[in-house]
């Protein structure tokens, strides 16, 4: 049975920060590549970053230079640390793992920040 599980999301004052973690169980998580969406209300999901198995890294370019992503795989976990966060990052974060044909996402945690 395939389960990623959030973590980490909470309640932070503009400019905090937050780690996400997510970790796999069920697939071999080194050969999936490895991304963070968000949905806010009323919004599509998005993008937020991704991490192809060999390590390549895309970032939306709203959260350019203030995201990290990052993979451990011994730990079949994923990562994103998230500074100077802003209002609009408020949403709920979800983990995707993705090798075609096969596309797995967690139940999502929620990022709110505010004053």
């Known amino acids: 049975q395939v389960q990623l599980v959030e973590s980490g999301g909470g309640l932070v004052q503009p400019g905090g920060s937050l780690r996400l973690s997510c970790a796999t169980s069920?697939?071999?998580?080194?050969?999936?590549?490895m991304g963070w969406y968000r949905q806010a209300p009323g919004k599509q999901r998005e993008a937020v970053a991704v991490?192809?198995?060999?390590?390549?890294?895309n970032y939306r370019d709203s959260v350019k230079g203030r995201f990290t992503i990052s993979r451990d795989n011994a730990k079949n976990t994923v990562y994103l640390q998230m500074n100077s966060l802003k209002p609009e990052d408020t949403a709920v974060y979800y983990c995707?793992?993705?090798?075609?044909?096969?596309?797995?996402w967690g139940q999502g945690t929620q990022v709110t920040v505010s004053s």
């Open positions: 069920g697939i071999i998580f080194k050969n999936y590549v």
């Open positions: 991490i192809t198995s060999g390590g390549i890294i």
């Open positions: 995707n793992a993705d090798f075609y044909p096969q596309k797995y």
